[in-house]
């Protein structure tokens, strides 16, 4: 038979597919690892140190074929809001900061992981991450300006830095301004052409052009220390563990988002399983890893696992050689690494970051007319609050909308089809007709403390609304659970219908919220009144008030 040599033809192939796609997506990983140390205020080496350590962890431990795990321009923006709250302008200790919430944010992807909290990242709507995806790619843009412009700002929120920026207008480089402007013009040129390195190519005509540019005063990297020492983190002091606790959370759900984003959508695209809770464990000692080598946070981010699927990778193995790669052209080309000018790698920073300018990621939740607000908030907030202070504020008000649309009661009275077993909404479906001498309920929003009682409240005046009413059947199928409030609130609604000699029947119990009934033994809800596993069982024509249903004798 000849079935064995296939597979490992077939193994030569794809090894040979990942080594070409590792070394190609180094030459694109490399420059935007230097220039994204930039936008976290850490020196060149931060973000060479962490694309090592996130290609290297991950291509050992995760799971996804094509996740290239680096240095993400969303993840240095907030190191940099986080280590400027907490550290000041002081760079030591900025740094020193840095590589503790680096460390704290690899221990909360652990612990979440352990956890099996896979689904973490559900906590950011998909509106609010593009919202701030797009705010935030303004941010960036806007801060990389002063580079390009060769002059320095003292602030870091997006309107001083455009105002010192005119009031700065005299001391403008046009050297720099020339050479950040053919870099970008010629990373777009290069984007039409898949294949063709782009930022590789303005890398290395930056550095040829370095020596002129630094004589007409353009600033370059400057010296790269990649010294590997393994360093204890500077832990804080007691009174400040909180924030710090605090911030690094936030830097791991927007670090875990973007990631599980990407992998999540390439996994569908091919056919391949997710594996949530092993990907948590992968970036936690990912970012372990890179903190405590004074590394940047690392995550999977989309444009760099989008470049890794369009080289060609068939598995894991492309990052790994892409590691290598890297280390091999840090060890043999620092000292041209160095001179990099920095309005070069302010260009390759604001088009990497362009790919989020795409209005065209809104136009679902326009047309669907959902979310908009929600979007819009994401992105005011991040431009008007800062990039930390954006990103919460934009959470909290997609949860507070979600809350305060579950808080607004909603009940349909049902009805049923000629000639069906279907009962529906009356109000939507003309056709539908009540039961004589009975209503049928149903909240269209699960119960809860906060909607509870001003449902059960609409319930009763849906009630008196109606003369002779007999029976109340309460459909709960909305409800996967109800917590203590709902259940006060549904024995006070029992009571009232006991008051009116109007029996009560709930339908559609789930089995957890059944249990729980019985379990709580409410007078006025016994058993019998909870007996109904459909909204036909419960909707028989009542012969007579009994007092077994919850009705008074």
Known sequence: MNAGPAPASAAGSTFGVDVLAGVSIAGLLLPEAVAYSGIAGLPPQAGVIGLLAGLACYGLIGRSRFAVVSATSSSAAVLAAATLALAGGDGAQRLATAAMLVVLAGGSFLLAGVARLGALSNLIARPVLRGYAFGLAWVIAVKQLPHVFGVSTRHGDVARVLVELVE??????????????AALGLLFLCGRVRQLPGSLLVIVLGIAASGW???????????????????APAWPESSQWLPNIELAAAL?????????????????????????????VALGVANIVSGLFHGM????????????????????????????TVLLLVLLFLRWIERIPEPVLAAIVIHAVSKSWRLAVFRPYLQWRRDRLVALAAVLAVLALGVLDGLLSAIAFSLLLLLRQLATPRISVLGRLADSHDFIDTKQHRAAREQPGMVILRPEEPLFFANAEPTLALARERIGERDGIRVVVLSLEESPDLDGTTVEALADFAAWLQTRGIALRVARLKDAVHALLLRAALPQLPPAALAYWSVEDAAKPPAAPSPAEGTVS
């Open 213 to 231: 540019l630094a004589g007409q005063g353009v600033a370059l990297v400057g010296p790269v220390h990649l010294a590997l020492a393994w360093t």
């Open 168 to 181: 700065q207008f005299r001391q403008w480089q046009p050297a720099a301004i020339a050479a950040g402007a």
């Open 297 to 324: 946070p690392v995550g999977a981010g989309y444009s760099a696992t989008s470049a890794n699927e369009a080289a060609g990778a068939q598995s894991r193995l492309a990052g790994l050689v892409a590691a290598v």
């Open 252 to 280: 791991m759900l927007i670090l875990y988002a973007e990631s599980y984003s990407a992998i999540r959508s390439f996994a569908l695209k091919h056919g391949d399983p997710v594996r949530p809770n092993r990907d948590l």
